[in-house]
């Protein structure tokens, strides 16, 4: 009941931009939806582990990021549509990484940013940066 589709990815140059998509269908067996789920975005790199990039609660309210995006990605959610956003502004070759979003379904005001708090996790899109 729960699926999470990403989009948006490719083949830029450094310094270029791009916006990731998370298109959500959350049903919870609560009976909650999309609007009650924080939200996550991770990347994965060849050969390292998944890190965390940045995070927005249910509302909206309450953001994070990784320092190492801080200034340069913006995270964002539309509710009426289901989908939240990742834009991604001044790209290094270092951010080249299969980008995940993940759902975890909760009205809490904590900030997650560990792989393991999420639940539900969608199949990624590539982004690759060019130096």
């Known amino acids: 009941q729960v699926q999470l589709v990403e989009s948006g990815g490719g083949l830029v140059q450094a310094g270029d931009s791009l916006r990731l998509s998370c298109a959500a269908s959350?049903?919870?067996?609560?009976?909650?939806?999309?609007?009650?789920?924080?939200m996550g975005w991770f990347r994965q790199a060849p050969g390292k582990e998944r890190e965390f990039v940045a995070f927005i609660n249910w509302s909206g309210g309450s953001i994070y990021y990784a320092d190492s995006v801080k200034g340069r990605f913006t995270i964002s959610r539309d509710n009426a549509k289901n989908t939240v956003y990742l834009q991604m502004n001044s790209l290094k070759p270092e951010d080249t990484a299969s980008y995940y979003c993940a759902t975890k379904i909760t009205y809490s005001s904590a900030i997650y940013t560990l792989s393991g708090d999420y639940s539900y996790w969608g199949q990624g899109t590539q982004v690759t940066v060019s130096s």
């Open positions: 959350v049903r919870a067996p609560s009976g909650r939806t999309f609007s009650s789920a924080a």
